[in-house]
């Protein structure tokens, strides 16, 4: 049997996907940016794929700008945002936390001379709504936070943020990483007063290399992306349309029935908690490891687990050769050879442990029977590891 717990890296496209994507390349393959009746078609789609992300959204379908994917929406949100507002100040804000896709981006304006504060979190990965507002001031131009924690699931209070950012700075831009959040989430930017969003396509059974950026129309941001001015002139380079209509079918899907959807990730979830800590010399990460007064804290498709006295990687190896497959933290730099998980260093999960942390990610199709298949491999890999490592 095989059991894919890594969602959170990737997800196995919806046959509805690869249908759209295949028509799109094979027979209505026009460039949109033709005028005749094949680029009509093309733009057809880009059309189509706009309308049913922003109805997810409740936004305009013209707030929503198609991007290579999540890498591209965050550095676009954060380097266009603080290039078109630098004259109202240079202070931007941020957590400790944030994927690579928007730390490395900040620490590129940093070296063109933007001030940067970055927020600490709590032992759960949380930030502190008193750290935000103090942070806060009136060079503040920017502030950039995700909605879930790629590595453990930890939700962020992005709707609180919000409030807190616009009613001491309304000028202040808002951008939410909702990579991991997008699916899993109902998210409403402007009730919730989010400027700016990033959306990764292949996160939600959608196609690979592409992604959105939710751009409220009132907010000023710079294009990153020069040349032929594709999508009004925001960001140039031949529309990509397998992408897009991919995207946008994965979108609809993914929030038609979603209470059924959700439902079924927090069952599964809680089961998988269940055994998973009765294994001997477990602990939880992030918010999962909270009292929940009977409800599961967290991301629901989302458990950081910790295996004392196993190597993260040996166990990544041992459960692939019986084909589970996991990852030992962020995917986009688990295949580096980095030290350890800069997120953990953050929530101080305590020495030994820091090479003992795994990530279990699950989607809307992943089954009970595999929850139950990985949970039995690891009651019998764990303690051979274990024994195998202390001598």
């Known amino acids: 049997m095989e059991a894919y717990l890594d969602n959170s890296a990737t997800t196995r496209c919806l046959e509805s996907v690869k249908e ?9 393959f026009g460039n949109p940016s033709s005028r005749h009746q094949k680029g009509v078609e093309a733009e057809r789609y880009l059309r189509a794929a706009r309308e049913k992300i922003a109805a997810t959204l409740k936004v305009n379908e013209k707030e929503i700008y198609f991007t290579s994917g999540g890498t591209e929406s965050n550095n676009w949100a954060l380097m266009g945002a603080a290039l078109a507002n630098r004259r109202s100040g240079n202070h931007i804000i941020t957590t400790s936390v944030e994927h690579a896709a928007v730390l490395q981006p900040v620490h590129f304006l940093e070296e063109m001379g933007f001030r940067v504060t970055y927020l600490p979190v709590n032992e759960y990965g949380e930030i502190s709504l008193d750290d935000l507002r ?34 001491k700075n309304p ?28 959306v ?41 349309v397998p992408g897009a209509a991919g995207l946008g079918v994965a979108a609809e899907e993914a929030y038609r029935d979603f209470e059924k959807k959700i439902d079924h990730l927090k069952r599964i979830k809680e089961r998988f908690i269940q055994g998973v800590t009765a294994i001997e010399g477990t602990e939880l990460q992030g918010q999962n490891r909270k009292e929940g007064q009977g409800e ?42 980095l030290p350890v998980s800069s997120v953990l260093r953050e929530i101080h999960v305590e020495k030994d442990l820091l090479e003992s942390t795994v990530r279990f990610s699950f989607s809307s199709q992943t089954s009970e029977e595999e929850i139950d298949y990985c949970l039995e491999q690891l009651r019998e890999i764990v303690p051979v590891l274990r024994k195998y490592m202390r001598h």
């Open 296 to 337: 599961l804290l967290g991301a629901p498709q989302i458990v950081s687990v910790s295996f004392r006295g196993v190597r993260s990687e040996v166990l990544l190896h041992a459960l692939e050769e019986r084909q589970v497959y996991i990852s030992s933290g962020s995917a986009c730099s688990s295949n580096k050879k």
């Open 20 to 28: 759209i994507v295949v028509k799109t390349m094979m027979e209505d």
């Open 171 to 198: 000028g202040t831009l808002f951008h939410v990483d909702a990579i991991q959040a997008y699916g899993k989430f109902r998210i409403r930017p402007k009730k919730m007063g989010i400027d700016l969003m990033s």
């Open 134 to 167: 103090k942070a806060l001031c009136e060079e503040t131009i920017l502030v950039s936070m995700m909605y879930v924690n790629n590595e453990l699931g930890t939700v962020e209070p992005v709707e609180e943020a919000a409030r807190i950012i616009k009613e």
């Open 200 to 240: 990764s396509g292949h996160k939600i059974h959608g196609p690979k290399g592409i992604g959105f950026l939710y751009v409220n129309e009132k907010a000023k941001i710079r294009p990153l992306i020069l040349g032929g001015g594709q999508q009004k002139g925001m960001r140039s380079g031949t529309d990509n």
